[in-house]
């Protein structure tokens, strides 16, 4: 039986199982969201289950992780809104050191590193919600579906973000590419 069913069942050992289960991935999550600050991970950890048990009647599909990581994001989005900041982007998500940059000859060495750099700085200047999108899309490999999980977007929303940043990324690097950005 998986957690969730076994939640609806027996609240109580469900509620151990999702825990001992799981608990340690979103208590990680929660961790790296607020900056291993262990006091507010704590609190941030907590209500993302309080919400999560009162919701489970709501939750259908196989991503229990997924689902409880976006309630924990919708947590703590909306708190930082509250103070008038938005999510940061964990470091770990922006590793853009894995570009191509390895070559026999030194030249072209150079000119891949030269436009890993271009890259990098194109997205790392992207606004908030489109680079979150691109890092996990292209730098992470998830697929929009989990894209819209992680961020608890909708997947045309997502969608909408990769396609402006796309077309932002194109008319920032049209020099380096070497034609005009297309609309």
């Keep these: 039986m998986d957690i969730a069913d076994h939640i609806r069942r027996d609240p109580e050992e469900g509620a151990r199982r999702l825990v001992s289960e799981l608990g340690p991935g979103l208590y990680g999550v929660a961790l790296r969201l607020v ?17 999560a048990f009162a919701k489970i009647v709501q939750y259908r599909g196989d991503g229990l992780f997924l689902w409880l990581r976006a309630i924990l994001v919708n947590i703590r989005r909306m708190d930082l809104r509250r103070r008038g900041r938005d999510l940061p982007v ?3 998500e922006i590793d853009l050191d894995a570009l ?7 030249f072209s060495a150079l000119l891949a590193r030269s436009d890993a750099d271009a890259v990098r700085t ?19 490999d998830l697929a929009v579906p989990e ?22 990324l194109r008319a920032d690097l049209a020099p380096i590419l070497g034609k005009e950005p297309s609309p």
Excluded: I, Q
Excluded at 126 to 137: E, I, K, N, Q, S
Excluded at 150 to 165: D, E, F, Q
């Design 35 to 51: 900056g291993d600050d262990r006091a507010a991970a704590d609190d941030l950890y907590m209500r993302a289950l309080e919400c």
């Design 90 to 92: 964990p470091d770990d």
């Design 100 to 106: 191509p940059g390895e070559s026999p000859e030194p």
């Design 122 to 140: 194109a997205v790392a200047r992207l606004p908030l919600p489109y680079r979150r999108a691109v890092l996990l899309r292209y730098w992470r």
């Design 147 to 168: 894209v819209a999980a992680a961020l608890a977007l909708p997947a045309n929303t997502v969608k909408t973000h990769l396609a402006r940043a796309r077309a932002l």
